[in-house]
């Protein structure tokens, strides 16, 4: 059985995998974003006897890690700093393996698992409380893009430079109009936050080059109400050299991330 956990800012989703990729259990705790209540709330979680039989896990998080010491630099919405994940998680799953990746690496992995085979180079992007994202070439996370965090790209913007996500995510939608995505029908709105979702995705499309780009998060979820405006934008503002690639929305949004985690341990245990 494989253990996929999915850590934000104030949920902990837990999901038990068998090794065919059904899930057997999933379930839900608050994230307490002191570390060492956390890491309690965890222990706590898998003492019950659901998790007896797990034989791997792969935990999610928002933000930066050093890989080959485990250590999380920072996440954007978690207040830790430089501190040894895996090592700590690894005292409460001894006798398993454990593996860390970033969610929205993980989120890509297993959306461009259900994409066409046909699409060899695909670009992840979640537009959510922050934008995260992540590029999978050939159904594997690809190194060169591993430490990609395109929500901290900074552009000249209402007259002072910002974070793109500080302007583009979903958050910032709403902030600036008061309405989640899901409540917005208005073109001109679209219209309007299409160009600032541009500024960000021309600059990932010239570096990137992806044969196709998956959305994700509250508002990218919803790219069907805006991708018209966004094309136009992109073929209007980038260079003729650059394709602008086929856009659609996730296929599991809400359950990406632990399908990522079930995937990257399939690949890796």
């Known amino acids: 059985m494989y253990l996929a956990v999915d850590v934000g800012a104030s949920k902990t989703l837990f999901a038990v995998f068998s090794r065919d990729g059904h899930i057997k259990h999933k379930q839900k705790i608050k994230t307490d974003l002191d570390y060492d209540k956390f890491l309690k709330d965890v222990a706590d979680t898998l003492a019950q006897d659901i998790y007896k039989d797990i034989d791997a896990a792969c935990f999610a998080f928002p933000?930066?890690?050093?890989?080959?010491?485990?250590?999380?630099?920072?996440?954007?919405?978690?207040?830790?700093?430089?501190?040894?994940?895996?090592?700590?998680?690894?005292?409460?799953?001894?006798?398993?393996?454990?593996?860390?990746?970033?969610?929205?690496?993980?989120?890509?992995?297993?959306?461009?698992?259900?994409?066409?085979?046909?699409?060899?180079?695909?670009?992840?992007?979640?537009?959510?409380?922050?934008?995260?994202?992540?590029?999978?070439?050939?159904?594997r996370i690809e190194p060169e893009f591993e430490i990609l965090e395109p929500g901290q790209m900074m552009f000249d913007y209402d007259g002072k430079k910002q974070k793109w996500e500080s302007f583009a995510s979903g958050r910032a939608l709403f902030e600036r109009y008061g309405r989640r995505a899901a409540e917005i029908e208005d073109k001109k709105i679209w219209h309007d936050y299409a160009k600032l979702v541009a500024m960000g995705l021309q600059e990932l499309l010239v570096i990137i080059r992806p044969d196709l780009i998956i959305f994700g998060g509250g508002a990218g979820g919803h790219i069907d109400k805006f991708k018209t405006f966004l094309m136009a934008e992109l073929q209007k503002t980038g260079s003729p050299l650059v394709n602008v690639p086929p856009m659609v929305k996730a296929k599991r949004p809400a359950e990406a991330v632990i399908y990522g985690c079930y995937e990257y341990l399939k690949a890796n245990t």
């Open 63 to 139: 933000g930066w890690f050093d890989f080959e010491k485990g250590i999380f630099i920072a996440g954007g919405r978690l207040p830790w700093h430089n501190l040894p994940l895996k090592k700590d998680l690894s005292k409460l799953l001894p006798h398993q393996k454990i593996l860390i990746h970033n969610d929205a690496k993980l989120a890509a992995l297993s959306e461009a698992k259900l994409a066409p085979q046909k699409y060899r180079k695909i670009l992840y992007l979640t537009l959510s409380t922050g934008i995260g994202g992540g590029v999978i070439v050939d159904g």
